[in-house]
């Protein structure tokens, strides 16, 4: 994320000095156009990275879920193999 704001500072920088220096204003709104494309492709980049994650974090639980189903179907064909609440608390 900070370097998304870096790039749209550069190009904030760059289009203020365009409008002090006339002389070189097509060069620099070109220099600014060019940080803005940067800062949008690393958006989207961060942003597809992000979803990754989630997708992670989203199969991690489901894998979960499937194996409390798997352990409880045990548990109950097996009485007596449940463990009690104090042995389920952390020590």
């Given amino acids: 994320m900070k370097n998304i704001l870096r790039l ?4 904030s920088l760059c289009r203020q000095q365009a409008a002090h ?10 220099e ?6 940067k800062a949008q492709n690393a958006r989207k ?5 992000i979803a990754r994650s989630y ?3 989203q ?7 499937k194996a409390e189903r798997n352990c409880a179907l045990k548990g109950s064909k097996q009485p007596g193999n449940q463990l009690s609440d104090s042995e389920l608390r952390p020590h």
């Fill in 8 to 11: 749209r500072t550069m190009g």
């Fill in 21 to 30: 220096h006339p002389d070189r204003r097509w060069k620099l709104l070109a």
């Fill in 32 to 37: 600014a156009e060019y940080w803005y494309h």
């Fill in 45 to 49: 980049l961060s942003d597809a990275a």
């Fill in 55 to 57: 997708l992670d974090v």
């Fill in 59 to 65: 199969r991690l639980r489901d894998q979960v879920k």
